[in-house]
């Protein structure tokens, strides 16, 4: 099992980003979904987090409405729109996935077994 996130870099407060993260070696159908942040001063923080199991989501409150998840099941692949990008948005983002997370624990970074490399992005003022 491998998770595979991409499309980080720098941009401009107001810009977009959208990340990537391609699964090998199980469905992203089959599992839960987070997207996480950290940057060196902060603990690492659900960012949008999408349970395929009974359908429940989490968005971290300063991101929603500029923040989107999405999936392309033919390409095993999921997406972190980010959009009107603030330099407090600057964190290495990961993508992480679990066969089964409990409702509660869905924006919880224990809840999730699998883990991709992260990918830093980086907002200039």
């Known amino acids: 099992v491998q998770l595979q996130a991409s499309g980080g870099g720098l941009v401009q407060t107001g810009g977009s980003l959208n990340l990537s993260c391609a699964a090998s070696?199980?469905?992203?159908?089959?599992?839960?979904i987070g997207w996480f942040r950290q940057d060196p001063r902060r603990e690492r923080d659900g960012v949008s987090c999408?349970?395929?199991?009974?359908?429940?989501?989490f968005y971290k409150e300063s991101v929603k409405g500029r923040f989107a998840y999405s999936r392309d099941a033919a390409r095993n692949t999921v997406y972190l729109q980010m959009n009107s990008l603030r330099p407090e948005d600057t964190a290495v983002y990961y993508c992480?996935?679990?066969?089964?997370?409990?409702?509660?624990?869905?924006?919880?970074?224990?809840?999730?077994?699998?883990w991709g490399q992260g990918t830093l992005v980086t907002v200039s003022s």
């Open positions: 992480a996935a679990s066969s089964s997370v409990i409702s509660s624990t869905l924006a919880s970074e224990t809840a999730y077994a699998y």
């Open positions: 070696g199980f469905s992203f159908a089959n599992y839960d």
């Open positions: 999408i349970s395929h199991t009974d359908g429940s989501t």
